[in-house]
Nanobody
């Protein structure tokens, strides 16, 4: 049974940092495209960052590139992380992690941010950034 457990959300002031974790069971994160999404009520879900097979290839939304970093400890903790620095109020959202098996193909550059491509989802964690 596949399970993705998300933790690490919270409330910070603008310019602050948070690190989200997504602990996986039933999947080897090294063999999946693992992606962080976020969603604000009334808006479309947004792909934030993705990491593929054995960390070969990472992808970021333009809105977070240079501020967020995705990584994983697939061999040790089977967990992926999203380090979020210089957080801004527009980063306020519910954050989710998702997984799709792609093996050595990693994440697809054209579709990594499309939520309907993912089979497995974790529960959300709220990130709130105040100015």
């Amino acid at each position: 049974q596949v399970q993705l457990v998300v933790s690490g959300g919270g409330s910070v002031q603008s310019g602050g940092s948070l690190r989200l974790s997504c602990a996986a069971s039933g999947v080897n994160v090294s063999s999946y495209c693992m992606t962080w999404f976020r969603q604000v009520p009334g808006k479309e879900r947004e792909g934030v960052a993705a990491i593929g097979f054995a960390s070969t290839g990472t992808y970021y939304a333009d809105s977070v590139r240079g501020r967020f970093t995705i990584s994983h400890e697939g061999n040790v903790k089977n967990t992926i992380y999203l380090q979020m620095n210089n957080l801004q109020p527009e980063d306020t959202a519910m954050y989710f992690c998702a997984a799709q098996f792609n093996g050595a193909l990693g994440c697809d550059s054209g579709s990594w941010s499309k939520g309907d491509k993912y089979s497995y989802w974790g529960q959300g964690t709220q990130v709130t950034v105040t100015s």
